[in-house]
């Protein structure tokens, strides 16, 4: 109970303080990639940690991954006296459909997000067989419209989409900056770690951490492209190229270059980016590798000792602890003792 209880504590910790941290992280504009990893990592450690939390409530047993019928019986003590009382078994329920319900729902959000997203570019593409044409020079598409804008549509096949517009407004300096935001985008993948923080969001909707989590990954993952477009080229030809292609929202499934956030992405390439530094870059690593394995270490530890002790010593009937070892197969966790 009490791993159960300090697994869904953390959860609440995370939930109420992550939006906070998340916000007000100045760091992030410095690694913004090390950002996005640091953030997914949050979201992680909330939803593991309401998994575990729940695992840990509702059959101690489980903790052991055991399939094994012997020791199950073994076990089966400790089983009758949780849920001998009616309270007992709640809580027990309640634990396994905390698991359950948090494991599909997010499942299900995040495959749901994803197969939109495909379905959006697939019209998308379609209608850019129709209406678009090759630009020889980069091999993207362009579509005859005089508004300057650039965006991607990532997938299996991939594409960079051009107007017209922004063509004619791009010096070839910054449209190679604009080529290299774009494949950005589509080298990191940067459709999965979106969908992944949207779908968590859709399955938590009132939640403010995932909130957060899902509007900063997406800012960040535009920094993270224009970093790539800056070492291209140069910072202010960079900075410059984006504005050219500022102000058009992105189509449903791409990333664009321009688009919301414009203005203060721009003021970050013109005023340049301090290296991160690798003392920064390892303390921020480890406090993200810290982020999940908390809950990991807090349901495996105990867990772990309950194998060492043979859960079900007590009872006299209990096979001994060599026989369940030798049940379990796991002859090195578990001897000598
Ligand atoms: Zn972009």
């Known amino acids: 109970m009490i791993v159960a209880l300090l697994l869904l504590a953390y959860a609440a910790l995370l939930a109420v303080v992550g939006p906070y941290v998340v916000r007000r992280a100045r760091w992030v504009e410095r690694a913004p990639r090390l950002g996005v990893a640091a953030w997914q990592a949050l979201s992680a450690a909330f939803v593991i940690s309401l998994v575990l939390g729940g695992l840990a409530l509702s059959v101690p047993d489980l903790r052991l991954g055991t399939d094994l019928a012997t020791l199950l019986q073994a076990c089966l003590t400790a089983l009758r006296a949780q849920y001998a009382t009616p309270g007992g078994a709640a809580i027990g329920a309640s634990g396994a459909a905390l698991a359950l319900l948090v494991l599909v729902r997010c499942g299900w959000r995040v495959t749901v997000t994803l197969l939109r997203a495909t379905a959006d570019r697939r019209r998308h593409?379609?209608?850019?067989?129709?209406?678009?044409?090759?630009?020889?020079?980069?091999?993207?598409?362009?579509?005859?419209?005089?508004?300057?804008?650039?965006?991607?549509?990532?997938?299996?096949?991939?594409?960079?989409?051009?107007?017209?517009?922004?063509?004619?407004?791009?010096?070839?300096?910054?449209?190679?900056?604009?080529?290299?935001?774009?494949?950005?985008?589509?080298?990191?993948?940067?459709?999965?770690?979106?969908?992944?923080?949207?779908?968590?969001?859709?399955?938590?909707?009132?939640?403010?951490?995932?909130?957060?989590?899902?509007?900063?990954?997406?800012?960040?993952?535009?920094?993270?492209?224009?970093?790539?477009?800056?070492?291209?080229t140069h910072r202010l030809v960079a900075?410059?190229?984006?504005?050219?292609?500022?102000?058009?929202?992105?189509?449903?499934?791409?990333?664009?270059?321009?688009?919301?956030?414009?203005?203060?992405?721009?003021?970050?390439?013109?005023?340049?980016?301090?290296?991160?530094?690798?003392?920064?870059?390892?303390?921020?690593?480890?406090?993200?590798?810290?982020?999940?394995?908390?809950?990991?270490?807090?349901?495996?530890?105990?867990?772990?000792?309950?194998?060492?002790?043979?859960?079900?010593?007590?009872?006299?009937?209990?096979p001994s602890h060599a026989e369940i070892c030798a049940a379990m197969s796991m002859t090195r966790d578990c001897l000598p003792r």
Not at 136 to 143: D, F, L, Q, R
Not at 156 to 185: D, K, P
């Open 125 to 232: 593409r379609e209608t850019l067989r129709l209406l678009g044409s090759r630009h020889h020079e980069s091999g993207a598409v362009v579509i005859e419209h005089a508004v300057p804008a650039a965006y991607c549509l990532p997938g299996m096949r991939r594409q960079i989409v051009l107007t017209r517009g922004a063509i004619e407004a791009l010096s070839e300096e910054q449209l190679r900056s604009v080529l290299a935001h774009e494949r950005a985008h589509l080298r990191g993948r940067h459709d999965l770690v979106a969908a992944l923080a949207i779908g968590l969001r859709t399955a938590f909707p009132g939640l403010a951490l995932f909130r957060a989590v899902s509007e900063e990954t997406a800012r960040l993952l535009e920094l993270v492209a224009d970093d790539a477009a800056a070492s291209s």
């Open 239 to 318: 900075a410059e190229a984006m504005l050219n292609v500022a102000g058009q929202p992105s189509p449903a499934g791409a990333f664009a270059a321009g688009g919301s956030g414009t203005g203060n992405r721009v003021r970050r390439l013109i005023a340049g980016v301090h290296p991160f530094g690798r003392a920064r870059t390892a303390l921020v690593s480890a406090a993200t590798a810290a982020l999940l394995a908390l809950p990991i270490g807090i349901f495996t530890g105990p867990a772990a000792t309950l194998l060492d002790t043979a859960c079900c010593a007590s009872d006299p009937a209990a």
